[in-house]
């Protein structure tokens, strides 16, 4: 069974940076981690989970929310099962529950959802 563990949330003032990782476990021989592709989500209080960032399989493509381009990086390490979403320059409104998810496959158009999730670090920036 597949598993995803978050870790790095935190309080940080505006104009802060903070790195989060996503670790995966639960893969088999036949299906390592390296074939599934891995998506950054957050989801605001009273508001609907939004994708922040993707990144594919080798990480030769990534994709990003337009309110995080140029702020986020999304990047993983599959020799050590990880993801990382690197968030610089933060705002109020990047306070939210982030959540990694993760597909089998190499597709990371903005329609395509996580078949895994973790449960979420959250992460407040205020002064």
């Known amino acids: 069974q597949v598993r995803l563990v978050e870790s790095g949330g935190g309080l940080v003032q505006p104009g802060g940076s903070l790195r989060l990782s996503c670790v995966a476990s639960g893969f088999t021989f036949d299906s390592p981690f390296n074939l599934y592709v891995v998506m950054w989500y957050r989801q605001g209080p009273g508001k609907e989970r939004e994708r922040v960032a993707a990144?594919?399989?080798?990480?030769?493509?990534?994709n990003y929310a337009d309110s995080v381009k140029g702020r986020f990086t999304i990047s993983r390490d599959n020799g050590r099962n990880t993801v990382y979403l690197q968030m610089n320059n933060l705002r109020p409104e990047d306070a939210s529950i982030y959540y990694c998810g993760a597909k089998a496959g190499n597709n990371i158009d903005t329609g395509v959802r996580p078949d895994y999730w973790g449960q979420g670090t959250p992460v407040t920036v205020s002064s």
């Open positions: 990144v594919s399989r080798l990480a030769y493509s990534t």
